[in-house]
C-alpha cells in the first residue's frame, strides 16, 4: 500500500485528505469514505479501514470536510455536501483510480451525506452506510443539540461560523434530507447497524430503509449487541467484511 496526501480547493478554504493506494499498476477501484461529526482523522483511517481494503484492490480516500481540524474554514452542513462533489470531481482524474467504479462509505451522521449525494451522482456505483443519522432535519430538534454544538466546539476539532446554528442547520438539512433523498436512489445500497445503539434507535433506521425503493439491491444488516461506533473489535469485524463483500460484487 502506498499513501498520497491530497490538498483540495474550495473556494478560498482547503480540504485536506489521504489517498491510500493498493500495490497494483493498474487503476483501482474507489471507496469513498465519509465521516461523521467530527469521525476520524484522515490518517486514522490507516489502520481503521484503509489497510483492509486496500489489500483487497480497492483505492481509499478519507478526508475532513471544510471546518474540521487541519481543513481550514468553517464547518456548515451544506457546504459540507459540497465538497463531497468536489472531492469526488478530483479523484476522477487520478491515473490509479477508475473513474467508472465508485463506492461511498459513510458512517453516522456521514451516512446520511453519503446517502443524500449519491441519490444526485450518477457516477456512484453503490453505497454502502453504517449506523445512518436517518434524518437531518430532527437534529437541530433534540434537546442535545446545543451540548452537542458545545461539545464540538471545546473538541477544538470543529469551527463553526458565528450564526444561529440551530436555525441554520435546519435550512440547509432540509436540501440534504436522508429521509426525502432516500426515494430517488438508483444504485445498490446496504445499510448496518446495531441493535444496542445508543443514539440512533434501530426503528428509526428501519424507516429510512423503507424509503429506499424496492426496485433496487437493498438490504439491511442488524447486528446483535453492536453499539453506534461498532467499537466492539468483533462487530467491527462483521462491518468490515459485509461492506466487502458487498463492493466485491458491485465495485
Known amino acids: 500500500m502506498s499513501k498520497e496526501f491530497i490538498q483540495i480547493q474550495f473556494r478560498k478554504e482547503l480540504i485536506n485528505g489521504m489517498l491510500f493506494l493498493p500495490d497494483t499498476k493498474k487503476p483501482a477501484p474507489l471507496v469513498l469514505h465519509l465521516n461523521g461529526m467530527p469521525g476520524f482523522e484522515p490518517e486514522e483511517e490507516e489502520t481503521r479501514l ?24 468553517l464547518f456548515e452542513y451544506i457546504y459540507s455536501q459540497e465538497n463531497i462533489n468536489l472531492v469526488l470531481s478530483k479523484l476522477v482524474h487520478h491515473p490509479r483510480i477508475d473513474p467508472s467504479r465508485i463506492g461511498l462509505l459513510g458512517e453516522s451522521f456521514g451516512g446520511a451525506m453519503a446517502l443524500c449525494h449519491t441519490s444526485r451522482d450518477d457516477r456512484i456505483r453503490c453505497l454502502a ?21 458545545q461539545l464540538w466546539r471545546a473538541s477544538k476539532q470543529m469551527r463553526f461560523p458565528r450564526i444561529n446554528l440551530k ?31 445508543e443514539i440512533i434507535p434501530v426503528e428509526k433506521i428501519k424507516k429510512l430503509f423503507g424509503k429506499i425503493p424496492e426496485k433496487i439491491d437493498k438490504e439491511m444488516k442488524i447486528v446483535p449487541g453492536a453499539n453506534h461506533k461498532f467499537s466492539k473489535t468483533k462487530d467491527f469485524e462483521i462491518m468490515k467484511k459485509y461492506f466487502s463483500q458487498f463492493f466485491e460484487v458491485y465495485l
Open 167 to 197: 436555525n441554520s442547520f435546519l435550512f440547509q438539512s432540509r436540501h440534504y434530507n436522508p429521509m426525502k433523498q432516500a426515494l430517488y436512489l438508483q444504485c445498490p445500497v446496504r445499510i448496518i447497524t446495531g441493535d444496542r445503539d
Open 129 to 149: 452506510i453504517r449506523s445512518p443519522v436517518y434524518d437531518t432535519e430532527e437534529i437541530p430538534r433534540m434537546k442535545i443539540f446545543d451540548g452537542l454544538v
Open 50 to 73: 484503509a489497510n483492509y481494503f486496500t489489500s483487497k484492490n480497492y483505492a481509499y480516500f478519507a478526508f475532513d470536510y471544510v471546518g474540521v481540524r487541519q481543513s481550514t474554514g
